[in-house]
């Protein structure tokens, strides 16, 4: 099995901090790390190598500063991790990231499964997934909440789709992204930690990509979208009344009675 | 009067049809497409597709379509989002609207992404909201970084495509007297058996516990709950207003609930009319889930937790001794 794991370095969304003003992110409050529901997805590829053997590679589009979380990956059992990083393929778009994404997925060559979250935190579209599925012209699952079986040519799942859950079987080569549901990552052991130290990180720029990519369709300029402004969103809150106690359960009640509920 | 020719202005609604079903976000969705067509002056155009949705068609006419396709299959077949991308890729192709819209549910997060990367356009994700700017162009409104950020998207090929978020507009109701055309076409059973299945539902697994995206007064508990038997003082607090018990995300990973339960960033993202948050502190993941509620109560011991700010009312105590007391008040309003 060659399984490919999509990992996007995110800022830990507990701990980075917002330019209120400017409604930004602060990027440099905060380290990238692993995206959390991707560290699902590397469980789920290293639980198929683990029963039926191969190969599992991790991809991902970032900064240079990302190696530390690609270490982390390879800590966790990823057996090799490439970083596209260049400045032609920043301000990306979902559209223009898969379509990256996809295109150094041709250039590693065959596969037979390719795993991702279900989105990330600080992205929140779950796009990118589906969409490098259809850019590689390959059948994909969304929303796995099990991994029931995989065989050489075809891997079953449990997928919400909506309104119950549903067994889906697609056929290799496929795409799934999975939830926080699909598994319980392992901690890393120490000495996968101490191993992952001193483990290469291949990055891949542009040029390394030439022969599969049209400079046209990266980065910014390979975009379909643009943002216009952002602001912070949990700025203000609703700053309501506050009360103690017993004088709450009247409250409550009256709230109640005044949108009709009782 | 041909829409495929001059600049795009019409809209396309998918409406979302599994399973003999449709999604109550079609009908908001047509809502708002109703008043984007209407600005930019094009016709609003409704897809159905599936096994019986001729059934349908008349149905989205008097919920503000002006057209409506509907490729009625002629025999039952298990939902394909392959088969549905191929369907809108080449109706999109043929009609040319400026806009699609889908609802922001876990089948319109898996199907849209598939058209919008087939079509080479752009596509912008849980949309809260949906305009077009004094410039023309179409701005779509949306969270992002677990809902910290509301940014504002501008997309700029064509069509302009977005999932949106269910419960966000409000549908028009029905107009039995509105009168539109209905575009017939026929799946053949040929078509859809011999067709290769590289994406297949077996079938189904299981039903969701709750639909809790759907509930109007949630009772929700977090860590503050010692016992996971306590889950049932709050499904009693739940029962008596009509309502379902949810709950935040460390209560799902103790094992004491279903996720379909869980209210959160990665969990699901609720807008009842009431939501009444017990025990839980508002962490940002939580908050991204409920914060658009219409009213939103909580109890909670420490003054200083974060959900505090974000209620409409706050009651700081104990909810071991508030939510018996409120449950006793509500039992006598019953007598």
């Known amino acids: 099995m060659r399984i490919i794991v999509l990992i996007k370095p995110t800022p830990n969304i507990e701990k980075v901090r917002f330019d209120i003003e400017r409604g930004v992110v602060d990027r440099s409050s905060a380290e990238l790390e692993i995206n959390p529901f991707d560290l699902h997805a590397i469980e789920a590829a290293v639980r198929i190598k683990e029963r039926f053997g191969g190969t599992v590679i991790s991809l991902s589009m970032a900064p240079p500063n990302a190696v530390n979380a690609l270490r982390d990956a390879i800590a966790r059992g990823v057996d090799r991790a490439i970083l596209l990083s260049d400045k032609r393929f920043a301000g990306a778009d979902t559209l223009a990231t898969s379509y ?60 919400d789709l909506g309104n119950a859950y549903y067994l889906v079987r ?14 319980v990552p392992r901690k890393p052991k120490l000495k996968d930690v101490l191993r992952a130290r001193k483990a290469k990180i291949e990055v891949w720029d542009a040029d390394t990509l030439k022969d599969v990519i049209d400079v046209n369709r990266i980065g910014l300029k390979g975009s379909a979208t643009r943002v216009v402004k952002a602001y912070y969103a949990l700025e203000k809150g609703r700053r309501g009344i506050i009360v103690k106690g017993d004088e709450g359960v009247q409250k409550i009640l009256e709230v109640l009675k005044s949108e009709g509920v009782i | 009067m041909s829409h495929s020719e001059g600049t795009p202005k019409d809209v396309l609604v998918y409406a979302e049809y599994i399973e003999g079903k449709v999604h109550p976000v079609t009908y908001e969705l047509l809502s708002k497409g109703r008043e984007l067509a209407n600005k930019l002056g094009g016709s609003l155009i409704s897809v159905i597709i599936g096994y019986g949705s001729s059934k349908y068609s008349e149905d989205l006419i008097w919920s503000g379509a002006d057209k409506v396709f509907t490729y009625e299959f002629d025999e039952d077949v298990k939902p394909d989002v392959l088969l549905h991308k191929d369907v809108l890729v080449n109706l999109i192709n043929e009609i040319k609207p400026k806009i699609v819209l889908f609802g922001a549910t876990p089948w319109g997060r898996a199907l849209a992404p598939r058209v919008a990367a087939a079509l080479k356009t752009g596509l912008t994700a849980d949309c809260l909201d949906i305009y077009i700017d004094d410039n023309g162009d179409v701005i779509q409104v949306r969270p992002a970084f677990t809902g910290n950020i509301i940014a504002h998207i501008k997309t700029i090929t064509t069509p302009v495509m977005a999932t949106i978020r269910y419960k966000v507009f409000k549908p028009l109701g029905k107009d039995k007297s509105r009168k539109g055309q209905v575009i017939l076409r026929k799946i053949s059973k040929d078509h859809l058996v011999s067709r290769e299945r590289p994406f297949e539902v077996l079938g189904k697994v299981k039903e969701k ?25 709050l499904e009693e607090l739940a029962n008596l207003l009509g309502g379902v018990v949810g709950v935040s995300r460390p209560l799902v990973d103790s094992g004491w609930c279903s996720k379909d339960r869980q209210v959160g960033f990665s969990g699901n993202i609720v807008k009842p009319k009431i939501y009444i948050a017990c025990g839980i502190s508002g962490s940002p ?7 658009d509620s219409k009213v939103i109560i909580s109890i ?32 006598k309003l019953r007598r």
């Open chain 1, 170 to 183: 697609l056929k290799l080569p496929a795409l799934i992204s999975v939830t926080k549901e699909v598994n």
């Open chain 2, 209 to 233: 516990e709750v639909n809790i995206a759907d509930a109007e007064i949630i009772v929700a508990g977090g860590r503050g709950l010692k016992r996971k038997e306590d889950l049932k003082m």
């Open chain 2, 300 to 331: 909670n011991i420490d003054p200083s937790a974060p959900i505090i700010r974000y209620s409409d009312l706050a009651v700081v105590g104990d909810l071991y001794e508030i939510v018996p007391k409120l449950i006793e008040e509500l039992k």
């Open chain 2, 285 to 291: 993941q939580h908050l991204a889930g409920m914060k």
């Open chain 1, 100 to 159: 990256t994404l996809a295109s150094a997925i041709r250039k590693l060559g065959s596969f037979d499964l390719i795993i991702c979250g279900e989105k990330s935190v600080d992205g929140d579209t779950g796009q990118v997934g589906p969409e490098v599925a259809e850019l590689l012209g390959i059948p994909h699952a969304s929303y796995v909440v099990e991994v029931k079986e995989v065989s050489k040519n075809s891997i079953t799942v449990v997928s």
